[in-house]
């Protein structure tokens, strides 16, 4: 395996870690969920409650250092080549698409750490309220980009994210 593979290699393991991790967050955040109603009730929250939040709040910093060494090594190797049979406005609207999903994905951890750990209430809408449902649209429109390479186009852009 030359450097180049091991590159991409790379780039797959963190996609997938990445995609694990936010989908976890996205899909089970009760018990963040269960904490903030806790504290905005009664001002404390159980054992259970702060570690369950405590839980969520780890993945997001997980989520946080993995964005990092992905834009490390994206900066470090250069972004993955456009299929050619794309169109070049499709291009230009999956670069889009991929500046707005990392922004997000910086974002949304920073929201969140800046509202659990440091107490901006308000920044906690904009995690939970605005950025989340965001995310949800890009995720939603990545996932249809690659559907559109894999069966209207025929690229290998599906197998790239996989395989290799």
Known sequence: MDDTDRGQLHCRILHWL???????????????????????????????????????????IGILLLVFLRLGLRLYQGAPLSPSREPAIFRLAAKFAHVVLYAL?????????????????????????????????????????????QFYWKTDVLRRMTVG
Do not use: C
């Open 18 to 60: 990445t995609a694990a991790l936010v989908f976890f967050n996205l899909l089970l955040p009760d018990g963040m969920n269960e904490w903030h109603r806790s504290m905005r009730r009664n001002g404390s929250a159980t054992a259970d409650q702060i570690a369950s939040a405590n839980v969520h709040a780890y993945v997001g």
């Open 105 to 149: 994905l910086l974002a949304m951890p920073a929201t969140g750490m800046a509202s659990y750990y440091l107490g901006f209430d308000s920044l906690g809408g904009v995690h939970a309220d605005i950025l989340k449902v965001l995310l949800w649209a890009v995720l939603g429109a990545h996932v249809l980009g690659v559907l559109v390479h």
